[in-house]
C-alpha cells in the first residue's frame, strides 16, 4: 500500500493542554522512498510542520514532527505505530508532557 496522500491525525492527549498537542491535523505524505510530508495547519504550533525520519519496517511506522509556535518553546513528537490498511495507530512522546495515542486514517 502506498502511504502517499492525505491522512487525517487524531491524537488523543486529555492531560495535555491542547495549546502545545493539536488534537486534529491533516498530515500530507509524499515520496515512497524516503517517505516525507508536513502536518497542514492551523494549529496552536503553526502551519506546514514538516514530517521527518519517516521510517517503515514491515508494519511498523514511526516519524518525527518539531513544531515550533510563538506560545510555546519548540515542542518536539515522535510517533511510533503499526500500520494497517489505510490506518495507522500507536503511541505519540510529547517531551516532558509524557506519551498520547494518535491515530491516523487515509483520506
Known amino acids: 500500500m502506498s502511504l502517499k496522500g492525505i491522512w487525517k491525525l487524531s491524537i488523543e492527549a486529555e492531560d495535555i493542554d491542547p495549546e502545545i498537542v493539536p488534537r486534529h491535523a491533516t498530515m500530507t505524505l509524499t515520496g515512497e522512498n ?5 502536518l497542514d495547519g ?29 506560545k510555546l518553546r519548540a515542542q518536539e513528537l515522535d510517533f511510533a505505530g503499526t500500520l494497517t490498511e489505510s490506518t ?5 512522546e510529547v517531551g516532558i508532557y509524557g506519551t498520547a495515542q494518535f491515530t491516523a486514517t487515509k483520506a
Not at 34 to 38: I, Q, T
Not at 58 to 65: M, N, T
Not at 88 to 92: H, L, T
Open 34 to 38: 524516503p517517505v516525507s510530508g508536513r
Open 42 to 70: 492551523p494549529h496552536p504550533m503553526g502551519e506546514d510542520v514538516p514530517v521527518v525520519n519517516f521510517t517503515v519496517n514491515g508494519d511498523a511506522v514511526s516519524w518525527h514532527v518539531a513544531m515550533r509556535g510563538e
Open 88 to 92: 495507522m495507530s500507536g503511541q505519540v
